[in-house]
DNA sequence: TTGAAGTGTTTCTTTTAGTGGAACGAATGG
DNA sequence: CCATTCGTTCCACTAAAAGAAACACTTCAA
């Protein structure tokens, strides 16, 4: 009967829940469902957060995230090698283009993509997401990664289950796809429209390291509303110019 | 022979030190080293963590954090709750006094304190640290927390085993603590001299909870050549006016 | 060229503590 | 007041964590 052992695993799991899905405090047998995993388990994990300070237990017994664990959180983030080289070409862009713009990160093992900086606009209305990751087939940002990526690699990518239909302009079959990612590769960079969240336009493009490999995208979002057709060149030309500008500047002295 | 068998306790440890100690990359045997345990504990906890993807593994086998590390950092700090409440007070706080201003956190179980939010000021010198806990008896802001801590806690922390020189400024005699606490008291706010970095001058007072408990204490630092005598006491009604109306604001509506 | 001293990893037996269904006692509520 | 939740404890079982030692590999100096 005895099942698979990996309490640092479980544990983790818990802790990751926690972090990415959460805001308040929540009982043993709510987690435990999100886990998908025995009450007892569960239990166990939790009081070993417990014990190690990243989890506290209020009056009524249901966990919170600890003082510990976001302060473990606030030493991290500023240390993330990505924000502090990204930033100013973040900012560049929001500059030049007046809309929301941001710099998302690609991970090789992953085959995900997610959002590590960005800079909003002064409009009113800005786009909002909760920066977990994110697949690459939908959106601009996504697009502009997958596109530039090595065929093997493309397939793999194509191949996963997780091909989800974000919303009703997702593009999910694969040959759609290709015939997409062919025009990303034409233009240099993606335009999308609604394909993450209803309403918002993106414009991505491919950041690439002075070696050769892929390392983000940078892209801008934009109320549908507000967009108009003629304002693709500008922000494209825009967007291209910052993204080679961030790759010039990790030739001159940046070991990544 | 079998030691105390605590796998989670292991990694996180580990992952805590990665954290805390770090920026680069590092070997098994020199994490082990820090970590006080047998190099295979060591291995198993980095391949625990290398599974779940928290640290990775470099061509020459040493260990770094992981991008996925980074970004549940990225996704915890800005969830934080203590930022998004105390940030407009340090922001105040650095205004109005024109120096570098901070919001340190006190923790009633750790019986310590880290600074959760930071404003620079405009001069080009201005005082880093690494926002790690800090003891309670050193500085202006662990003090201004000490002092005002119920007797038996402030006994608690004067016979703690780690009552550290920090400089050769600070005070570790429990008798001249307990005058300089009391001095603190008097005054509503405390101000030492290069108690915790040398030449470095602070004014920290304490942040209530409107229902009376300790939260954590506001603090101005300022290089000790810029400092007058009487800066003092501007700076402190400044300071004492941010943290009485950071308890208002907390008591209009915030179920900390 | 050799070998001493590093490194990270694997092997191995012992034994602890993780596993999870079931039972428990305290809240909660219709 | 019983029914249903909740978090927690109990327990036999056994998988996996422990850690000394051997291993494979690189480095570097003699």
């Known amino acids: 009967m005895g099942e698979l052992r990996r309490p640092f695993s479980k544990a983790i799991a818990v802790l990751r829940w926690l972090v990415d899905a959460s805001h308040g405090s929540y009982g043993v047998r709510e987690i435990s469902a999100a886990m998908n995993a025995p009450v007892t388990t569960t239990h166990r994990a939790l009081n070993a957060l417990l014990q190690e300070g990243l989890v506290v237990k209020n009056d009524s017994n249901r966990y919170t995230l600890s003082l510990e664990a976001y302060r473990l959180g606030l030493a991290l983030a500023p240390k993330s090698p990505w924000r502090e080289v990204c930033m100013p070409f973040v900012r560049r862009a929001s500059r030049e283009t007046g809309e929301t713009a941001a710099f998302s990160i690609f991970d090789p093992v992953r085959l995900q993509r997610f959002t590590a900086a960005r800079m909003e606009s002064d409009h009113a209305v800005t786009i909002v997401d909760r920066g977990y990751w994110k697949p690459l087939h939908a959106g601009a940002s996504g697009l502009a990664l997958l596109s530039f990526l ?97 790759t010039n500047q990790l030739a001159r002295g940046w070991t990544g």
């Open 150 to 246: 090595d065929e093997a690699t493309q397939a793999e990518v194509l191949g996963m289950p997780n091909i989800s239909r974000e919303t009703t302009q997702t593009i999910i079959d694969p040959i759609e796809l290709r015939k997409k990612m062919e025009a990303v590769r034409a233009k240099g960079y993606a335009v999308t429209r609604g394909q993450l969240i209803a309403g918002v336009v993106g414009i991505g493009a491919p950041v690439f390291h002075p070696d050769g490999r892929l390392l983000g995208s940078m892209y801008v979002s934009i109320p549908e509303q507000r967009f108009a057709e003629r304002r693709e060149d500008p922000i494209a030309a825009s967007l291209l110019a910052c993204c080679s500008a961030f």
